[in-house]
């Protein structure tokens, strides 16, 4: 009770800090569809969705009230942190996973400014069959830098406990982009809000290192997907896969949040090359924002929400030029209007495809709607709402 108590006062002062405009009313919309009609309240989860489309779909709600200053929803957040049926809570073989869940933990901590989401001890760590978990941000991340950290192609984070050297399952060992532009995020993140620390910092520049002789940015300044480990680790290449709008997202968020803690300008020039390029290649004529390789699955089916909220927190930063912050806004504002236009039902449900067409039954493909859909378009809207599109 104690803690409960605790959280809603840290609400109140969260709440002071933001204030609700009529530019979130789309984002408004889009997240009650995404509670009321995906949360399932009594269990405290997302329906039909496995860890860490959970886990992006509270991100993305805790985003839109940090933003907005709505916190129609933190009873429902407050449940999902703590609350879960047995199984959900067993962090999964994904590192990848495991980083999407740290980060959300960090933004509920910013929004809250509750350091049980940020700090739970180790020793109160538990893997937990039912009733409360005691899962946080700094524990998951340091068993993640504990385990995952391999020699093999010269460093870096390996994909998952099954990809690892020697590698579970007879899978292959695999070095990619997403798990450590994570890792490097939630670094970057845990050293802005722990006191004196220089070891998170230490740990997020190790991992920019690596990644920048990895050979994963192509010459367009896209990332791709990941690593040719070759035999042996001997043949680390660029495997040519891919370069989904995540890939390109979370490294930004990254290079964003070093720059606010060093204010080394190096950091920005690698945000708007990797920018120039997403600006470049991945737009259709209208501006909108496409995923170029196709949504061929649930997990693509929110890639580009997830590449919108980390480019939020570029665009949070007054260091950037009028004329880039002017071409990244274009960028959010015209692929919210293409979303309100083409891929919205009548219901308010969205497509996973933001240039339209939208099917509205729920399901797997690039037209259909959505639990996944859905955040991803609220993670649109709410950085629309943030940076003051016209979507009228």
Known sequence: MRTLVLFFLAFFAAGAKHGMSNNYEPASNAVQILQNKYFDKLLGYYTEADFWENMEAAHAVVDYMYRSGNHSFLKDLEHFFTIHPEGICLLPEGYDDRGWAVATYIRAYELTSNHEYLQRGKHSFQIITRNRHSFAAQYIFDEI???????????????????CVPPKHNKEPYKNAITNELGMFNAAKLHQHLNNDTDYLGKALRILAWFNESGMMGSNGLINDGLDNGVNGTNCRNNEETTWTYNQGVIIGALATLYNSTKDGKYLDMAVKILDGVVALMRNTNGCLLEIGGIHNRDGQGFKGIFIQHLGLLLDSDDISMALREKYIQ?????A??????????GGKFGAQWQGPVNATDGDKATNTGMVPQYSALMLLTIAGANNCSLS
């Open 331 to 335: 960028l959010v504002c015209q692929s």
């Open 145 to 163: 830098d504990k385990h995952a950290w391999n020699s093999w192609c010269g460093g870096g984070y390996c994909w998952g406990t099954d990809t």
């Open 337 to 346: 209007t293409s979303l309100l236009s083409n891929a919205k039902t009548p």
